[in-house]
C-alpha cells in the first residue's frame, strides 16, 4: 500500500470515528410522498373534483368518438354501394371528424395535466407545510422522501396525512 493510500484510509476511519457520535443524536424522519399524494384524504378530493370538472369534456370527447365508429362502420358496410360523391364525402366527412377528436383529446390532455398540476402544487405546498410543523414540533434534524431502505419506526408519513386533515 502507498503511503497516500494509508493517508488517505486513516482520514476516512477518523472522520467516521468523530461522525458516529453526533449521528447517534440525529433524529431522522421518512415521508412516503407518491404515497402520501396517492392516499391523502385531500389528494383524492382534488382527484374526484378534477373527475368532475372535465366529467362533461370527456363525455363530449365519448360522444364524438362514437360518431365517428358510426360513420366508419356506416362506410364499411355500404360503402360499396354509395355513389362516388356519396362516398367521398362521407370520407371527407371522416377526416374532419377525426381530426376534430384528435384536437379536441390533445386540448383535454393538456387541460387536465394543466389543472391537475395545479392541484398537486397546492397539496404538495400544504404537505410541505405539514412535513416542516412536525420537523420542528418533534425536534426532527432532517427528514427525507426517497430512500432505499426505510425503517419503518422513522416513517412519518401517517402523521403527514393526519395533519393534512385526514386518515
Known amino acids: 500500500m502507498t503511503k497516500f493510500k494509508q493517508l488517505a484510509i486513516s482520514l476516512v476511519l477518523a472522520s467516521a470515528a468523530v461522525a458516529a457520535p453526533a449521528m447517534a443524536d440525529t433524529k431522522i424522519g421518512f415521508v412516503n410522498t407518491e404515497r402520501l399524494l396517492r392516499e391523502a384524504p385531500l389528494s383524492i378530493a382534488a382527484q374526484k373534483k378534477l373527475e368532475r370538472e372535465f366529467a362533461s369534456r370527456d363525455q363530449e370527447l365519448q360522444k364524438?368518438?362514437?360518431?365517428?365508429?358510426?360513420?366508419?362502420?356506416?362506410?364499411?358496410?355500404?360503402?360499396?354501394?354509395?355513389?362516388?360523391?356519396?362516398?367521398?364525402?362521407?370520407?371527407?366527412?371522416?377526416?374532419?371528424?377525426?381530426?376534430d377528436l384528435q384536437r379536441q383529446g390533445r386540448e383535454f390532455r393538456e387541460d387536465l395535466n394543466l389543472r391537475r398540476n395545479e392541484e398537486l402544487g397546492q397539496i404538495q405546498e400544504r404537505a410541505r407545510k405539514s412535513i416542516q410543523d412536525i420537523a420542528r414540533t418533534e425536534k426532527y434534524d432532517l427528514i427525507i422522501e426517497q430512500a432505499v431502505f426505510v425503517d419503518p419506526k422513522s416513517d412519518i408519513t401517517d402523521r403527514v396525512m393526519k395533519a393534512l386533515g385526514g386518515k
Do not use: F, P
Open 64 to 99: 364524438l368518438a362514437k360518431q365517428a365508429r358510426d360513420l366508419q362502420a356506416q362506410l364499411d358496410k355500404d360503402g360499396v354501394t354509395m355513389s362516388d360523391s356519396e362516398r367521398k364525402n362521407k370520407e371527407r366527412d371522416l377526416g374532419n371528424l377525426n381530426r
